[in-house]
Every structure is written in C-alpha cells, then in structure tokens.
C-alpha cells in the first residue's frame, strides 16, 4: 500500500501540471477565446427578448419597430366584432364589468378595455422577435374586456399591477372624499359625478382584474409561442448550433495539439537547464535538436488520424448539443455567458463519457472505464464551479494596484491552475477509492476461502473421530476376546493342578506317570507364559488407545 501512494504520488504531480495545462488552454484559453458567448446564448428566445438580452440583429428590429398607432388598434375588426358582442350582452341584461363583477345596467356607459394595453403589446420585444403585429395581439379575446367608461379612461395605457398599486395610493384620501360628498344634502352635477367616479374606483376588485390581466397575458404569450414553431427559429437554431458545432470541434482537437506542443516544450525547457553544464554540444546545435524533437511529437500526435478525428467528432456532437440544451434552458430562464461556456464544456465531458460507456476500447476494462466516466463527471464539476467562480476571482485581481490591469490575462491562467488541480485531486481520491475497494475485495475472498477451508477441515477431523471412535469400539472387542482366552488358560491350568494332584496313579504306573507329570509340567509351563504375553499385549494395546484418544 505505502508502494502505491508513492507511485501514485508521483503521477499526482504530473496529472495537475497536465490537467491545470489542459484548463488553461481549453475553457479558460481557446472557448473564451474562440467563441463569442453572450448572456442567453446566440439564439434569441420570447424570455430574453422581454428581459432586453437580444441579438444585434433583434436589436436593430427592435429599434425601428416604428410608433404606436392606436387608430389602427381600435380600428381593428376583432376590436370591433368584441365590442359589439360585449354591448349586445349589456343591452340584453347579462353584462358584467370585468374588473367590479358589477352587472352593468342596460343603458350604462361602458368602454371595451385593453387588459394589457397597445402601447405595451407594441413596446415587447418578444413580439417583435415572433414577428406579430400589435393590433392583433392587443385584440385578442381574452385581452379585450368590458368595464365602465371611468375606470377604462383613468387606466389609460398602465398595466393592472400599475393601477392597483395607484388606486392603494389614493385609498384613504379617496374613501374621505367620498365621506365627504355623502354626507352633503344636495350634490351639484359635477359633484354627483367625481363621487360616482370615486365609488368606480372603491368597487375596482383587485383580483378580478388581476385574474383578467393573467388571462390576457396568458394569450399574448400563447400567439407568440408560435414563434418557437417558425421556419425563422428553427433557421436560427441550426445556424447557431452548426456554427458551435463546427468551433468545439476545432477548440477540442486543437487544444488536445496544444497540450502536447506545451508539454513537449516544458520538458526539453527543463532538460535544457538540468543537463546544460554536461552538453558538450554548441547551445544553437542543442535548441535545434530540441526543438525537432518537440516537432516529432507533434506530428506524432497529428498522425493519430483515428484519435483526432475522434476529438473532432466529439468536439462536433458537445457543440450542437450543449447550443441546443442552452436555447432549451432560455426558453424559460436566462443563462448568464459564463454558464453558457461551462454546458459547452460539460457536453464535452459527457459526450467522452457516454463514448466510454458505449463503446469501450478492447484493452480497457470495465472497472477503468467507470474510474475514468467519474473522473469525467468530477471535471465536469469542477469546471464549472471554476467558470462559475471566473467573475468574482477577476473582480479580484482587478482591485489589486499594478497586477490589476492584467486581470483579463491573470484570471484565465490563475483559474486554469486552480480547476486543474482540483481536478487531478479528485482523479487521485478516485483512485485510491478504487484502490481500496479492489484491496476489500481480495481481501473479501481470501476471508471466504479461508472459511471454506475450515469446513474441510472440520468434515476431516468429524471423520477422523468418527474413524477414532469406531477404532476403539474395535479394541474393546479385542480386550474383551483376550480376557475371555486369558479366563479358558487359567481354568486349564487350574483344572490340570488339581488332576494332577488328584490322580497320580489312576492310569498309569510311576515310571509312566513320572514322564506324564513332565510333560503336563511343561505344558502348564507354556500356558503361562502365553497368559504372561497376552497380559503385556492387552496392556499395550489400551497404552496406544489412550494415546490416540
């Protein structure tokens, strides 16, 4: 384990020169220099366009949408269709005012008002984006409502936000002038109309009026929406996207050419100085030797047709992708240039990693193809926390004396660096992780075979006793015969004893019985010995049984 941290250490110290070299050439060199990012990406949508984030081209449009004609909104056929539907159903006893919920008398005098006003529909650059014409999106049906002639003519052109916000103005000095007015006998004309006009604006109901203003609202921004289906969006899209495309695909391979040119050049730099007092070449002869040696590698790299174009391809499908999920993401909110430059960089890394996933090289092997997928997705991280952090870290470095007016060239260098090394720290840790689940895992196995040799054992030493105890069953068996032969033995010798003794003269004369009692001697001689050695026999077989035992 200690073997491989060194080793490990040592390559730690070449994957941060590499990576923060890698860094400061890709998104903090080349993508901030080769690509013109913009606040909202290079494809207008309706969201940036209300917001004021436009294109030269919107831009230009915008100023020269021309002046606000009312005639020609009022003059309008829906203007006019609505309003005549609108006073039929007043007339007839069913008209309601959009913004009291008061039903109109049948002989009132109404306006039809502009929810959202001309002046404001023809003043949105998201209809001049779409390509609309004010007097038809101010004419829609949900924008056209009917309420009394006082409260359509103190609108005017505000917004209902605008004059909800001014009627609470004038609420306490509007409810004491009505007091006042209501409290006097006899009103003249003109009295008796400003205290009709003050009850209008007493009775204006805040949240149907704001519900009338969504509704309006709601519609505009369906009619414009079409724009998202035009030929003109989907022509930009593929423009913008191409045009990404194309440039990552260059940025990617280049900045790969890049990385190995600097590499090169550091390294003959540093043996230049290391080995200078030992050369025993002239200085010029040395440089140009280095510098062949520099442009070796790198016509080496370009001869790896295969890579290259690989670095081409997915430097070409991250561009027109990540072009594409940036006008997604602005459809609905607005991405700041840094953040549209760190999902470029992204795409990249996760269009390696999918490539990896799907297509993983023969002489790789799946555990290093995750390790390096992580790797991918940690930079991933990292990048973009330092893209995301590039603004403040100049901020800076601008309010530091003298260093400050290089702050355009220190920042990229400085937050190359920083990424770089953070990205080779997190490579390292996932490493050793890896590192350390593999050591788990052997360790893991020995542990179960350790555990599956002990079974076998312990059926051995089950069958040895087994084998023991049937052993000594057997010796038991042994004894048993022998005590009963040792028994029989004792009974004959006894038996001849007393025959002997008995009937000396029964059967024989003395000569005879002389040369009988010999050989009978002889014979009760022998039993015993063989009693004696049986006895030892016996003796050493329960010795041996014990000791097995």
């Not at 409290?183 to 204006?204: P, W, Y």
């Amino acid at each position: 384990m200690a073997t491989y941290s060194e080793e490990r250490i040592g390559q730690l110290i070449d994957e941060c020169t590499n990576t923060a070299l890698q860094q400061i050439i890709g998104p903090f060199g080349l993508s901030a220099a080769m690509f013109a990012d913009r606040d909202g990406g290079a494809v207008d949508t309706l969201h940036n366009a209300r917001k004021g984030i436009m294109s030269k081209e919107l831009e230009e449009n915008y100023k020269n949408r021309g002046k606000y004609d009312s005639v020609k909104v009022h003059q309008h056929k829906d203007y006019k269709e609505r309003n005549a539907e609108l006073t039929r159903q007043r007339k007839e006893g069913n008209g309601l005012d959009a913004y009291t919920g008061e039903e109109f008398e049948r002989n009132a005098r109404t306006d039809l008002d502009h929810v959202v006003s001309g002046q404001e529909i023809h003043d949105d650059a998201a209809r001049v984006l779409a390509e609309l014409e004010t007097e038809d999106l101010a004419n829609l049906d949900k924008n056209l409502q009917m309420t009394n002639y006082h409260t359509n003519r103190s609108k005017k052109t505000s917004s209902i936000e605008e004059y909800i916000a001014k009627l609470e103005v004038e609420r306490p000095a509007r409810q004491e002038e009505i007091r006042k007015l209501e409290g006097k006998e006899n009103l003249s004309v003109e009295e008796q109309k400003r205290l009709d006009n003050l009850r209008r604006d007493e009775a204006f109901d805040p949240e149907l009026a704001r519900k009338a203003d969504r509704q309006a609202r709601e519609a505009i921004r369906q009619a414009e929406r079409r724009y998202y289906r035009s030929a003109k969006f989907a022509k930009s899209q593929l423009m913008a996207s191409g045009k990404e495309a194309a440039t990552n695909a260059i940025r990617a391979a280049l900045g790969e050419l890049l990385v190995v040119l600097v590499n090169a050049v550091f390294h003959e730099v540093k043996e230049f100085i290391r080995d200078r007092k030992a050369a025993t070449e002239n200085v010029f002869v040395e440089i140009q030797n280095r510098l062949k040696r520099v442009v070796a590698k790198v016509l080496e790299k370009l001869s790896h047709v295969k890579e290259n174009f690989q670095n081409l391809a997915e430097g070409f499908l991250s561009g027109f992708l990540s072009s594409l999920v940036t006008t997604l993401i602005n459809v609905f909110a607005t991405t700041a240039k840094r953040f549209v430059r760190a999902i470029r960089e992204g795409f990249l890394s996760l269009v390696k990693a999918f490539r990896l996933l799907l297509f993983r090289p023969a002489d790789m092997s799946a555990e290093d193809a995750m390790k390096t997928v992580i790797k991918l997705l940690a930079g991933v991280v990292t990048t973009t926390l330092g893209i995301a952090a590039e603004t403040a870290v100049n901020t800076f470095v601008q309010g530091i004396p003298v260093i400050g007016q290089f702050a355009a060239i220190i920042t990229p260098v400085l937050m190359g660096i920083l990424t770089g090394i953070a990205t080779a720290l997190i490579s390292y840790h996932v490493d050793m992780v890896f590192h350390f689940a593999k050591m788990r895992e052997e360790t893991f196995n020995e542990l179960l075979q350790a555990g599956a040799m002990q079974k076998v054992y312990i059926q051995l030493l089950e069958k040895t006793g087994e084998g023991l105890v049937a052993m000594g069953t057997a010796y038991e068996q042994m004894l048993e015969t022998c005590a009963e032969i040792m028994y029989g033995l004792n009974e004959i010798v006894v038996e001849g004893n007393r025959i002997l003794q008995e009937y000396p003269l029964a059967f024989a004369t003395r000569g005879q019985l002389a040369g009988s009692n010999e050989q009978l001697s002889q014979a009760l001689d022998g039993m015993r010995r063989a009693k004696k050695t049986i006895a030892n026999e016996i003796d050493q077989i329960r010795e041996w049984a014990k000791r097995q035992s």
